[in-house]
T-cell receptor, first 115, second 111 residues
Framework: EADIYQTPRYLVIGTGKKITLECSQT?????MYWYQQDPGMELHLIHY???????EKGDLSSESTVSRIRTEHFPLTLESARPSHTSQYLC??????????????FGQGTRLTVV | RKEVEQDPGPFNVPEGATVAFNCTYS??????FFWYRQDCRKEPKLLMS???SGNEDGRFTAQLNRASQYISLLIRDSKLSDSATYLC????????????FGQGTELSVKP
């Protein structure tokens, strides 16, 4: 069982609110990722991190921001939520090649609805 | 062109059928390859890694052709429980180990 956790699992929030989606892993992985996925659609990488104080934007433009102050924690923030942000957000982590198999482990996701 | 492309689905097959999924990748620096399975409204989970020599896990066989930049997954004797979306994943070592997912191929196994 993967040791990566996302909270909240479900969130319904009004337009204009600031929200932070939490993601934590206890596996000591350097790499962490945020993906956005609409129902029945493909995963889109929106942010990733190589390690502490390292963050990069992914392939899909996103109005969200991330931070990586601690290895185990990779929160995603939306300053002002809009209905177009309604989606599922999946966090994942993976080790560096030298740390073992490079497969990614996913959290259970946060299903966000902005009304 | 997408970095990772999979067969468009859905694949609708009867129980007991053999089904093959194909995946191509464009970045020759890709070093690690995986097949993931994603059930409806759930997170993706690792099905199997793909090794250069090919590898088998029960009814599942994965193959890698680096020269053609092609990965495949074969499922034998399909079960109803195999119904899911199958995702091809490559790890780009020359981009810091960024993981790129294909768009997925949906499999529906019918009785």
């Amino acid at each position: 069982e993967a040791d990566i956790y996302q909270t909240p699992r479900y969130l319904v929030i009004g337009t204009g609110k600031k929200i932070t989606l939490e993601c934590s892993q206890t596996m000591g992985h350097d790499k962490m990722y945020w993906y956005q996925q609409d129902p029945g659609m493909e995963l889109h990488l929106i942010h990733y991190s190589y390690g502490v104080n390292s963050t990069e934007k992914g392939d899909l433009s996103s109005e969200s921001t991330v931070s990586r102050i601690r290895t185990e924690h990779f929160p995603l923030t939306l300053e002002s939520a809009r209905p177009s942000h309604t989606s599922q957000y999946l966090c994942a982590s993976s080790p560096n090649p030298g740390q073992g198999n490079t497969e990614a482990f996913f959290g259970q996701g946060t299903r966000l609805t902005v009304v | 062109r997408k970095e990772v492309e999979q067969d468009p689905g859905p694949f609708n097959v009867p129980e007991g059928a053999t089904v093959a999924f194909n995946c191509t990748y464009s970045n020759s620096a890709s070093q690690s390859f995986f097949w993931y399975r994603q059930d409806c409204r759930k997170e993706p989970k690792l099905l199997m890694s793909v090794y250069s020599s090919g590898n088998e896990d029960g009814r599942f066989t994965a193959q890698l052709n680096r020269a053609s930049q092609y990965i495949s997954l074969l499922i034998r004797d399909s079960k109803l429980s195999d119904s899911a979306t199958y995702l091809c994943v490559v790890n780009l070592y020359n981009q810091g180990g960024k993981l790129i997912f294909g768009q997925g191929t949906e499999l529906s196994v019918k009785p």
